[in-house]
């Protein structure tokens, strides 16, 4: 049966109460179940905000073998979750260029970055390494990844507050970000 909407169910009301009269138990039960699941409290209904969902088609390998593994979720013009997993493959490589496996991406992405003030994003991640390197011990390290998406390809530079701190094989970063952009009255 399909979800009523708030017109239908106060139509219904003023049928089934009656000023001065009684209601079944198990009509009230029915009308309260019809709020629950009515239209403009769920999914099925029109609530102005309209999703968008992307995730990689297949793993996304740059010129030097890194891997990407994306997801895109958001609201229109409004607010996005960006999930990356990547895995690095070779010694002393920072910047890794990924083809763009959906173009549709930016379309969605560019009214909640605001490219009037930068399409680059940056964050601080979580490097994880595959085991702890042999002359510190640390088991994982922070560094400062920075993207940019355009309709050919998605550029990830992740850089360490380390001089000379190069990303290894076996570096792994899996992080999730929000981002909401807002106008500025500049």
Sequence with gaps: MAAKNKVDIIQE???????GGDIKATD???ILKDILDCVELNDQGTTGASTFAFESKTTLTDP????LNYSIRGIEKSFANITFK??????????LKFPNDNPEIIKRLEPIINPELSNQLDFLVKIKREKPASTD???FRVGSLSFVISKELISIKIESQEPNDFLLNGDQVFTSIAIHCPKFNI
């Design 86 to 95: 990547i895995l690095i493959k070779e010694n002393n490589v920072n910047d």
């Design 64 to 67: 030097h073998g890194a891997v």
């Design 13 to 19: 009301i003023d049928t089934i109460i009656k000023t």
């Design 28 to 30: 009230t039960n029915t």
């Design 137 to 139: 011990g640390k088991k």
